[in-house]
């Protein structure tokens, strides 16, 4: 399959000597997470949160990509991530942006508004829940968690990629991606991944790296969560008796630092459709 082989085109960027700067405003339950995972996809991460800088760290600095992370929001990070997302618009620099637990609270719904109207979003990748929640449909969501049955994901990612221009992912049972006109749907990954807190985190940091590596973010946005859903289950198959979380948790990031082409062949279950 043609796409297939473009997926393991952009791959191979992850050993490239050529690496991209990636920007991350995150939170700080998952940060270590995340900056490997940028490590592991081949870039190289920078994080800010200061008000100074958060004018010019992106055309000073050469950022190639800035993730916003909203795990761990408050008033003053909120400007910062507005500049920042504003500063990378003004150089063309793709922004991704987690909405995690946005219907937390009154103050995380007014700050997604905010960064959604005064920032261009690339990509957003959310679960159904957070992305109901932005199209202001009533959603079943506690924290980070969602508890929709995901029977409307596929029309609620198209409905919220044509509103506002850009590619929109949901990771659940099925992960969903669309950029309004296409639409692919992975069915990789395993429960397992529930249970390690910021695997959905780490996910936004591997599709911002490879955002990183080319200009086709359609395509980084599948690989990116791709790889996470397959590595769970390469990760899955080591474990023995009595081995828990911690050890899962190991083999995934062991497994995410080492995928090859071939391993994405053998296991990748993903399908793209045109959609009017």
Partial sequence: MEFIEDLKNLLKKKDAEDKPLITFMTNYVTVLDLVDCCVYAGGSPVLTDDIVESHDIIPHAGVNAVMLNFGTINREYLDIMVNVGRSANKENVPVILDPAAISASPFRSYAIQRV????????????????????????KAKGIDSFEDESDGEECCIKLARERNMIVAMTGKEDIITDGKRVAKIKNGTPRLKKVVGTGSSTGALISTFSGHTNDYFLSTILGILIMGISGEIA???LKEHDGTRTFKQYLHDTLSTITEEQLETYAKVTIKEIN
């Fill in 236 to 238: 899955e198959k080591r």
């Fill in 116 to 139: 959604l109207n005064e920032v261009n979003i690339s990509i957003l990748k959310g679960n159904l829940g957070e992305i109901k929640t932005i199209l202001g449909y009533e959603a």
